[in-house]
């Protein structure tokens, strides 16, 4: 038995504690199903905002079963939900909020204060350190207010809390503390458009309408996630219609897609840049110590022909792991493919012969990609063995540090360059491996910087010295091609900014429906 299959008396303690697995008056209120076919494994870890890493793979189940304080949605990159407004001092050390009257768990109890403070104070995701350093204390003057007191003004507070990070997503209290952790990723409990109906690990994961949604009841009755690892296997299923939106198609499986009657490619401008991190770059006896060397990895890059091949053209090669849509990017030169400038520079550095790089450690979703690097980098001489691993347990070793010579980097999270650079780059970051002090220095300084003019240069001076460093290689900020099969309305997909996925899931329609 799964650590994940509940037993019969699993589901009547958690019934008894306030969940119903059966089916709602929802159901009869909203009609048909709708079937994803997912690229990645899902994880339970990702049923909980408790545990969000800074990317954006959670969010495809967060945005269903969950909702936030404030987060991104159509048309606004902060938009007020579980609060209907909020404010904050003049001297910006108290931010409040006002939660919307009305709001209701799926088990229909209402969203109140100490769910807000107690969401944000087991909150262990990315960036969690950060904000518990500057956030001292947060108030319940009464259910609907909440009030979050920082030790000094801090520009960044939103950004962070309500789009970077799952800290703002609110659960409920009093359900999380009879059921326990894992309890709740089991059966979990939130506030969102769509309840959790069941979860088979590996093979799909299932969720019904909740008419009691403050927004608007779902028209969609249930929806369900079909984890499809191979990608020509998504495609089949969706031609035979046995799913209707099939994630990540790429390559010559989307020019097939551009010539099946009655399925439609949906390229999304996500905000998902792919990088080369050299994780042994501050050992003094690693080839990567060398800035050369690092280098001499980027020129190697085809990253136009890779693009082209994969993407059908639709990425963007920025030269950044900031996202071009963020605010306070710097745009850095177009990157080049020279790999005869990468060839000389290896020689320079004592590498004339090139030399055993190790492995190359990648989400096995982008696998593809990471043999097109490999391949790239063992044309000059830079030879490496591919490690893909499947999505979630990349992360948790990317984030505890497992990792040794390369790593196949990637995020799409919501956020701005200061919450990228913070994940990524800067000490103490979920997935930093070593440091630069005066980048550290700098970003230390840019996060007390009121004037955001004086703030826009510090971070821009951030990014100047990653790409002259090559602190890491940027690849490309990823086109995510998709296909919609011919029974979709409304699929979500470029409806909310920056959002790789489908989404929100109360908009998306069946055709007729």
């Known amino acids: 038995m799964s650590a994940f299959d509940i037993t019969r008396r699993e589901v009547l303690r958690l019934v008894a504690a306030g ?9 009869a ?20 905002p408790a545990q969000t890493p800074g990317l954006i793979t959670p969010f495809m189940v967060l945005y269903a079963l969950h909702d936030a304080l404030v987060k991104p949605m159509p048309g606004q990159v902060l938009a007020p939900c579980l609060a209907q407004s909020w404010s904050a001092t003049e001297d910006g050390l108290s931010y409040e909020f006002v939660l919307r009257q009305g709001t209701k768990f799926h088990n229909g109890e209402p969203v109140t204060a100490e769910d807000v403070k107690f969401s944000f104070e087991r909150y262990r995701g990315a960036s969690h350190e ?8 947060v108030e319940t003057p009464d259910p609907q207010h909440v009030r979050f007191k920082l030790r000094e003004a801090w520009p960044d507070f939103l950004t962070f809390y309500a789009t970077a990070t799952g800290a703002g997503w609110i659960v409920p209290k009093k359900y999380v503390e009879q059921v326990g952790d894992e309890g709740f990723k089991k059966a979990p409990i939130g506030a969102g458009p769509y309840k959790f109906v069941s979860f088979n690990p590996g093979v799909e994961l299932v969720l019904e309408a909740f008419d009691g949604y403050w927004r608007k009841a779902p028209s969609v009755g249930r929806l369900v996630f079909r984890v499809i690892p191979d990608e020509a296997t998504r495609l089949a299923a969706l031609k035979r219609g046995e799913v209707d939106i099939a994630y990540s198609i790429r390559g010559e499986l989307a020019e097939e897609v551009q010539r099946s009657p009655g399925l439609t490619l949906k390229p999304v401008n996500s905000p998902a840049t792919f990088w080369l991190s050299f994780a042994d770059q501050w050992d003094p006896k690693s080839p990567w110590h060398d800035s050369r060397v690092r280098r001499a990895a980027s020129l190697a890059i085809d990253r136009k022909s ?32 020279d790999p005869e400038q990468a060839r000389k520079l290896l020689a320079e550095a004592g590498h004339a012969g090139g030399f055993d790089a190790g ?28 490690r893909p691993i499947e999505r979630a347990g990349f992360l948790q070793g990317w984030a505890d540090k497992n990792y040794k010579n390369l790593i196949q980097g990637g995020s799409g999270a919501f ?3 200061a919450t990228r650079l913070a994940a990524f780059i800067v000490g103490g970051g979920t997935y930093v491996y070593g440091s630069y002090p005066d980048i ?5 300084q840019q996060a007390a910087e009121l004037d955001r003019k004086k703030r826009e240069q510090i971070l821009f001076k951030i990014q100047q010295l990653v790409d002259e460093r090559t602190v890491c290689a940027a690849i490309w900020q990823l086109a995510f091609i998709n296909a919609v099969g011919p029974r979709v309305g409304q699929s979500g997909f470029d409806l909310i900014q920056d ?10 329609t069946l055709k007729g429906g």
């Open 19 to 27: 969940l119903a697995l059966g089916p709602s008056a929802a159901a």
């Open 29 to 48: 209120a909203a009609k048909g199903q709708l079937t994803w076919a997912i690229h990645v494994s899902l994880a339970p870890i990702w049923f909980d």
């Open 130 to 137: 950060l904000m518990a350093a500057r956030v001292a204390a």
């Open 306 to 337: 890779i693009n082209q091949a994969l993407t059908l053209g639709y990425s963007k090669l920025t030269g950044s792991i900031i996202p071009q849509s963020y605010d306070f990017y710097w745009q850095p030169p177009t990157p080049e493919y």
């Open 359 to 386: 492995e190359y450690n990648c989400d096995s979703s982008y696998a593809n990609l990471a043999e097109a690097v490999l391949n790239n980098l063992g044309e000059v001489g830079i030879r490496a063995r591919l």
């Open 415 to 417: 956020g701005n360059a």
């Open 440 to 444: 550290d220095e700098l970003f230390r």
């Open 499 to 508: 959002f790789a996925y489908t989404g929100p899931y109360e908009d998306i």
